[in-house]
T-cell receptor, first 110, second 112 residues
Framework: RKEVEQDPGPFNVPEGATVAFNCTYS??????FFWYRQDCRKEPKLLMS???SGNEDGRFTAQLNRASQYISLLIRDSKLSDSATYLC???????????FGSGTKLNVKP | DTEVTQTPKHLVMGMTNKKSLKCEQH?????MYWYKQKAKKPPELMFV???????INESVPSRFSPECPNSSLLNLHLHALQPEDSALYLC???????????FGPGTRLTVL
């Protein structure tokens, strides 16, 4: 079983739409959770860390559900510039190791 | 400043060449990572250095040889690579094992 699983998509949405991605993780000891954004042929860039209390940054909201072992990312009012691959990343406390989901591709259309 | 730099940006090498990739960060991070990423796939961990010591080697072939000369620098020495080693090689750093990872822009490697 993979450590982190994501729906690869693609999610094709019109501008202005709200879109949500989920990601599940298998290790209940996981401590840190992140969403990264990766544009084509570029490096992953941190979008946001995910906390148990949830966090919001403008149009982006991330949630963590430890009981069900999943994290989510909600994007409101999608922009063309949001088109990218969104990577779910999970790390365990005891190791310098980060586990990546396969990424979810988002295409925002005019 | 959350910058990780990598050189070169692009590298083309033959299967008999020896080359090195370089990575540098000045954020005081004590963990540094090498990842390999193929097209349409997530980054795949290769090596982790923690406090300048190799802590994780994900069974990487010996034709890849990492080196951490000091806490700010990370090298990846390449020798006798295969065409299937062509990929984007990403360096990253983090403060501790569970803190945020910051990635460099990567070196796009082509092996002929």
């Amino acid at each position: 079983r993979k450590e982190v699983e994501q729906d690869p998509g693609p999610f094709n949405v019109p501008e202005g739409a709200t879109v949500a991605f989920n990601c599940t993780y298998s290790n209940s000891a996981s401590q840190s959770f992140f969403w990264y954004r990766q544009d084509c042929r570029k490096e992953p860039k941190l979008l946001m860390s995910v906390y148990s209390s949830g966090n919001e940054d403008g149009r982006f909201t991330a949630q963590l559900n430890r009981a069900s072992q999943y994290i989510s990312l909600l994007i409101r009012d999608s922009k063309l510039s949001d088109s990218a691959t969104y990577l779910c990343v999970v790390s365990s406390y005891n190791f310098n190791k980060f586990y990546f989901g396969s990424g979810t591709k988002l295409n925002v259309k005019p | 400043d959350t910058e990780v730099t990598q050189t070169p940006k692009h590298l083309v090498m033959g299967m008999t060449n020896k080359k090195s990739l370089k990575c540098e960060q000045h954020m005081g991070h004590r963990a540094m990572y090498w990842y390999k990423q193929k097209a349409k796939k997530p980054p795949e961990l290769m090596f982790v250095y923690s406090y300048e010591k190799l802590s994780i080697n994900e069974s990487v072939p010996s034709r890849f040889s990492p080196e951490c000369p000091n806490s700010s620098l990370l090298n990846l020495h390449l020798h006798a690579l295969q065409p299937e080693d062509s990929a984007l090689y990403l360096c990253a750093s983090s403060q501790e094992g569970t803190d945020t990872q910051y990635f460099g822009p990567g070196t796009r490697l082509t092996v002929l």
